[in-house]
């Protein structure tokens, strides 16, 4: 997330680890709705006097009013993702920050601390001609940790747009610690990254599989490329070339290529097709393993951090209305600790007694499908039901009669990576919810990103305020229905095809909290494989 520093006159901005948890982009915080994104010389300032139309190609300009939100939204939504630019064009790779050449040092290190105490943190960027950056926009990761305890900390990155960065990192934990710092992109890259996420450049294709009747009794099979139309003009095929699938209550567009022989109503599945890179030579250099996601030299100290009379954290209930902190939380002993509330860890007997006379819908991609397999693993006497359907693809389902417990999971529809499946499987998270009753027993957990950072960040927003729009009227008919919105998990691959997973952080909660606040919703921020949750 990037905010204004209260400390300095001086323009900075702050990297917040949880991005929306750093304002995770817009997007992605947008609708996980059971959760709810320079005075210096050489920093072009983001300054926006209302919002401006997005161009999705040469000829296509979508509003805030074609995404389904307010201009005021909108432009709220680009100020949670604004970040700092180069001052000049970059058109060499020695131009760009260099991992090798820039460091960390801690400052005033003493010879002990206290829990509960701060550490503070400096890095300076250099080029790789160990030149010191003149502008900011790198973006950097700063953590405390100790392996034996398995304990770990984030801290707020504060980008002063100078080449220089500051981190204040909290010390939760009795013992040792090291600090240790990755440039996770350069802001040469993070340049590419906005350069293409708003683009229609189809980056994912996907497969279209139709299946009819032929001569003779036979059976007809044509596969051809699908993919999303998007905008007056963002079809990536042009002319009457195309059968177009319309869902009538989200407006979603999809596309597949006219079959030879079969008719347009003859679709039948849908599958993964190949990925297209944008990036030009320079660009896949700037993308390159040594340059991405490496962690930079610096102080290597150990912090000797000694007990503390004052505790810290909370234990506070879990309630609606909380806010996140930075740091949300640490790692102890392999387990989370909240700052935000007094969450707790579940025994399995715990499991199946708080889910008693539940039915949970899980919603999304993968990620909440190992929810359920986490679930079917944990919860005693649960057992899937056999729905002849994939075990990866879904949709699944699983019960337990004694509690009178029952969990589904299934994927969101198009846009979607996952292999061969009936394209009737694939439901709009917004449709599956306008058809829920809700009330108390009734438990909703989405996720909404993945699959989308292939495509247009306005297309993003478009479908989270759709999704919005449906939890808004759930949580109205029946306000005791739980919802959870689970964010995108963080970790994973760092090559970018599409837009970031901060920014769809960002987007995804600021969307939807904005409308569902003081309602039973509660936001799950994923960052690597942590996570905090508030209502």
């Known amino acids: 997330m990037v905010t204004p520093s209260k400390k300095s006159k001086a323009p900075v901005c702050r990297l917040r680890p949880y991005a929306l948890l750093q304002a995770c982009a817009l997007w992605t915080l947008f609708c996980l709705a059971l959760w709810a994104l320079h005075d210096g010389n050489h920093i072009k300032l983001f300054q926006p006097t209302r919002p401006k139309p997005v161009q999705n190609n040469s000829s296509s300009i979508i509003s805030a009013f074609d995404m389904g939100i307010s201009d005021e939204e909108w432009e709220r939504l680009q100020k949670a993702i604004d970040w700092p630019i180069p001052d000049q064009e970059i058109t060499r790779l020695d131009q760009s920050t260099s991992p090798v050449h820039s460091t960390f040092s801690i400052v005033g290190l003493k010879e002990s601390y206290k829990v509960g105490e701060n550490i503070y943190v400096t890095i300076t960027a250099r080029d790789h001609n160990k030149n010191l950056k003149r502008y900011g926009g790198d973006f950097f990761k700063a953590k405390l940790f100790n392996l034996e305890l ?66 003779n009794k036979t059976r007809i099979s044509e596969v051809v490329e699908c993919n999303l139309k998007w905008g007056a003009d963002g079809s990536w095929r042009k002319g009457d070339c195309c059968c177009e699938y319309k869902d009538i209550r989200t407006g979603t567009v999809w596309q597949c290529e006219r079959p030879k022989e079969l008719s347009c109503d003859k679709l039948v599945h849908h599958s993964y097709g190949h990925l297209e890179s944008p990036l030009n030579h320079f660009e896949q250099q700037l993308f390159t393993k040594n340059l991405t996601n490496i962690a930079i030299s610096g102080d290597k100290n150990i912090i000797n ?7 810290i954290g909370t234990m506070e209930k879990c309630r609606s209305g909380m806010t996140t902190p930075v740091p949300a939380g640490f790692y102890l002993k392999d387990v989370w600790k909240s700052f935000v509330c007094n969450t707790r860890q579940f025994s399995p007997a715990q499991m199946g007694y708080c889910l008693k006379n539940k039915i949970v819908y899980l919603m999304g991609d993968s990620t909440t499908r190992q929810w359920f397999e986490y679930l079917e693993r944990n919860v005693p006497g649960i057992k899937r039901m056999d ?16 509690n009178n417990i029952i969990i589904h999971w299934r994927p969101h529809s198009v846009p979607v ?76 691959l760092k090559c970018l095809l599409g837009f970031s997973w901060t920014e769809g952080q960002t987007l995804l909660f600021s969307t939807m909290r904005q409308q569902v606040l003081g309602h039973n919703l509660i936001f799950i921020k994923v960052t690597g494989t942590c996570c905090s949750w508030t209502q």
């Not at 013992?175 to 450049?201: M, T």
């Not at 729905?387 to 004694?402: F, I, K, R």
């Not at 499946?421 to 009330?439: C, F, K, V, W």
């Open 150 to 215: 398995k304990a770990s900390v984030y801290g707020e990155v504060v980008d002063h747009r100078n080449g220089t960065y500051s981190v204040a990192l909290l010390l939760p934990w009795e013992g040792q610690a090291q600090v240790s710092v990755r440039l996770e992109h350069s802001s040469e890259v993070v340049q590419i990254l906005k350069k293409y996420r708003d683009s229609s450049f189809p980056r994912s294709h996907y497969n279209g599989y139709f299946e009819g009747p032929g001569l």
């Open 305 to 311: 951090v000694l007990p503390n009379t004052a505790s």
């Open 387 to 402: 729905l002849h359907t994939p075990p990866a693809n879904g949709p699944l389902m699983a019960v337990e009669l004694e």
């Open 417 to 492: 990576r996952f292999s061969k499946m009936p394209i009737t499987n694939l439901h709009y998270i917004s449709n599956d919810i306008d058809e829920l009753a809700g009330g108390p027993h009734v438990v909703i957990v989405f996720t909404f990103f993945a699959h989308l950072v292939f495509h247009p960040i306005t297309f993003y927003v478009y479908e989270v305020a759709k999704i919005r729009q449906s939890v808004v009227a759930l949580l109205s008919r029946a306000p005791e229905t739980t919802v959870i919105i689970k964010s995108a998990n963080t970790a994973g």
